[in-house]
């Protein structure tokens, strides 16, 4: 693992208005770690996550991305990321082929590589046999393990995954996770928000927000035994139980 962070927040804060939605949060991330972002719904990771992938800009702090600094570089972040959520990120009419082609073009890459791409893809994901099937007609599990493929199709040096494995069963999400490990492996960066505490034992850092703040940060192991906890859903309760804004 290379020395350098590809993700390096300090002080980062979003004020709506009166509101603070992130308040000051400071971390880093390394290249090829598999970085879990919790917290309750309002606890501010979904904002703080938009910050860094250049859709959201911070009120004030900083942070770099890829290198890239959140306030005058998005548009070079958002070359560099990919992004996956569990809401939306394959278009359900349109055909396999088509999402992989559109959004190969949106990448920047060249028809030709877009092709092989495809059938690299495809035949990894033993899902050569529906191609040219409409999205809204596969299986979830299918969808998001396409998904998450078509997210690294530029190869980014970052992947934000939004809660990936909602709703899928726990073979697929199993299965999933080994995808994510092949993409770790090669030295992608997954940072990783979910519902499921038991994923969070999966990865190599977890940090936890409550009410806009970074209320934990260490690995699994070293937050159970911080906390005295057999397992992260016992640390997620304690730290969640005093939140304000949580839903």
């Known amino acids: 693992m290379a020395s350098e962070p590809v993700i390096v927040a300090r002080n980062l804060t979003k004020r709506f208005g009166a509101f603070t939605a992130v308040d000051n949060i400071s971390f880093e991330v390394m290249p090829g770690e598999i970085f879990g972002f919790l917290g309750a719904n309002g606890a501010g990771k979904t904002t ?4 860094l992938s250049g859709l959201l800009s911070p009120t004030t702090g900083e942070a770099r991305v890829a290198g890239y600094d959140v306030f005058t570089q998005a548009e070079s972040i958002k070359s560099r990321i990919g992004y996956m959520s569990q809401r939306f ?3 359900e009419d349109m055909t396999a082929w088509e999402n992989i082609r559109f959004y190969g073009g ?3 890459l060249r028809m030709d590589a877009i092709r092989d791409k495809a059938a690299q893809l495809l035949g990894r994901l033993g899902m050569e046999h529906v191609r040219d099937s409409r999205i809204g007609a596969l299986p979830l599990g299918w969808k998001q393990k396409l998904a998450f493929s078509v997210a690294l199709l530029h190869n980014p040096a970052i992947v934000f995954l939004d809660e990936p494995t909602g709703g899928v069963d726990p073979l697929t999400r199993r299965q999933f996770w080994e995808l994510i490990y ?3 492996a090669s030295g992608v960066t997954i940072f990783i928000t979910t519902h499921y505490m038991d994923e969070a034992e999966y990865c190599g850092r977890v940090s936890i927000m409550v009410d806009g703040r970074i209320e934990a940060l260490d690995t699994p192991g ?3 035994q911080a906390f005295d906890a057999q397992s992260m ?5 304690r730290l969640a139980r005093g939140a304000q804004y949580a839903e």
Do not use: Q, W
């Open 106 to 108: 949106i990448y920047g």
């Open 182 to 184: 092949e993409a770790a």
């Open 233 to 237: 859903d016992e640390v997620f309760v």
């Open 89 to 91: 990120s394959l278009y």
């Open 222 to 224: 070293g937050l159970k």
């Open 48 to 51: 703080a996550m938009k910050m």
